[in-house]
Every structure is written in C-alpha cells, then in structure tokens.
C-alpha cells in the first residue's frame, strides 16, 4: 500500500527497508509494520530516487549528512532532505546547506552518472565458468542490487542463481516472484509465490500477493481463498481485509464486502484508503 501511494515498486520500498532508511513499528510473520512517521520518511526518498539518487549513490549522500548532524539520530525524519543535482542538501526556512555547513543559494545541474551495478556484478554465465561460486549471501546482495537499479532480467537469473547455490528458502522465492510479476511473467511469479507459502505457510504478504496474481489471472475465488488463509493466519492484516472487500464485492458478496470494510477500517483508519472504506460502507448501509 505504501508503494502504491507513492507509485514505486514494492522491491524499492523493500530496499529502503533492508537498508534501515524505514524502520518498521514490528514484524509480524516476516510483514513489517509501518506507522505513518515512516510515511514522511518513504515520501523524502521517493522524491530523491526520482531525482535519480538511489542506491549506493542515495546511501553515501546520506551518510554524508549523518555526519554534518551527528546529534540527529534520523536525519530522513528529522530534516528536509532536497536534491540538487547529485548532492542532498537540508532546507532549514529559507536556507538550505550543504553537508560542510555552507548556505546554497544557486542549483547546480543534474550530472550524469551514477552507480550502475552490471560495471561490477558478474553476469550469471561469468558466475557458472568461475572456478570458485561465491556464496548464496553475495549473490542474494547482486541480485537486491540489480533488482533496485531496474535490471530485472539480471536480477531474476541471480535469485536463481542463488537457488541453486543454497537451495529454496521462502524469502527468496518470494523475491524472485515479485522481479517475474513486474516482468509480465504472472504464471511464474504465481508458481514462487506458491512455493514460498509451500515452504512457510506464515508467509502472510506471499499469500497476499499470490492472491493478487490469482486475481488478475481472473481466478478470483481461489484469490478470495488465498486471502482468507492469510486472515486465518493474522486477522489483523489490514492489507488482506482490503482486497478481500473488493474481491467479495466484485464477485457479489455483499454481506462478506460490507465486513471486511469494516475490519479495514478498524485497523487501518487514518490509511490513504480509510476514505473509500467509509464511502462503500455508507452505500452499504443506504441501500
């Protein structure tokens, strides 16, 4: 839900969290819960990845201003964080300083450049000829790496190529999943997600997102069962209740919308989506 109020991908906002750029309130059944602090947070890096700093380019940058404010334990949260260019700059009033301390009046014009990560990752058929694999760890790094800079075809064959260096593990189906779903590769994102609540049936975002992929596959009751089975799991995935209302109600259950509405709302009441959740329980109630 996050991504979607931002409109970037889920992997990005995973990458903000395995970098520790979110944090999360906790983690229930490998979900990380966000409160909506963090949403300030998400929207300063969405706005500097859209200026093209991300990575470890974005993460140098950052480490930069954690050092000019040293008494500021969270600068994303704490501060005003502008891109000029290739350089963060912290916008205090009407001034904005660079990480040395100095009062910028004038930007500077974007450079070209950046971090591409295919200039120091082997590709997949480099990695086989290797007489020494590197361990499933490093290959799992490439694989986030090349999956943030949008390289998806060389991320998806380096999950695999972390597969078959360390076996299935749910996490890593889970991720090869999302990089073949935002490659139009449905039916093979549907079989690692699958296989992910196969190997951990807690895997409550797995059962999610394969509830999704059911749906758009048109197969919308066994996405109403994938759903119900992360419910049974956690009845307090919010995410889970929100789908599933729209699901029941397009399939015509309307008693089955009107309560997951309900439970939505409950547990979610201050999301971006709290308003539709009123709007349809109100109709509800008028009809």
């Not at 706005?47 to 994303?76: D, N, S, V, Y």
């Not at 910028?104 to 070209?112: H, P």
């Not at 073949?180 to 807690?202: F, P, Q």
């Not at 419910?231 to 789908?243: F, G, M, V």
């Amino acid at each position: 839900m996050l991504a979607e109020l931002l409109d970037v991908s889920p992997a990005l906002v995973r990458s903000w969290l395995r970098r520790g750029w979110l944090i999360p309130a906790s983690i229930e059944q490998k979900l990380p819960l966000l409160d909506f602090a963090e949403v300030t947070v998400a929207r300063q890096l969405a706005a500097l990845h859209a200026h093209g700093l991300r990575g470890e380019r974005l993460a140098r940058k950052l480490a930069e201003i954690q050092r000019r404010f040293p008494q500021i334990e969270r600068p994303l949260l704490a501060l005003t964080i502008v891109a000029d260019g290739s350089r963060l700059l912290v916008r205090r009033g009407e001034e904005l300083i660079d990480t040395l301390g100095q009062r910028q009046i004038d930007f500077g014009a974007l450079e070209d450049g950046g971090d591409d990560p295919r200039a120091t990752i082997p590709s997949p058929a480099a990695l086989h000829a290797g007489q020494t694999p590197p361990q499933r760890d490093q290959l799992v790094t490439w694989a986030q790496e090349l999956e943030e800079a949008g390289q998806l075809r060389e991320a998806a064959e380096m999950y695999r190529s972390a597969l078959m260096a360390g076996g299935p593990s749910a996490e890593l189906c889970f991720a090869l999943a999302e990089v073949l779903y935002r490659l139009g590769d449905a039916g093979g994102a549907r079989e690692r997600y699958s296989m992910a609540v196969e190997l951990d049936e807690d895997y409550l975002e797995a059962r999610c997102n394969l509830a999704c992929v059911l749906a758009d596959q048109g197969e919308r009751e066994l996405a109403v069962a994938a759903l119900e089975g992360s419910l049974a799991h956690n009845p307090r995935y919010a995410d889970a209740h929100y789908h599933l209302a729209r699901l029941c109600e397009s399939l015509g259950y309307s008693e089955k919308s009107f309560v997951h509405w309900q439970d939505f709302l409950s547990l979610a009441p201050e999301s971006p989506w709290a308003d539709e959740a009123r709007h349809k329980l109100a109709g509800a109630v008028s009809d």
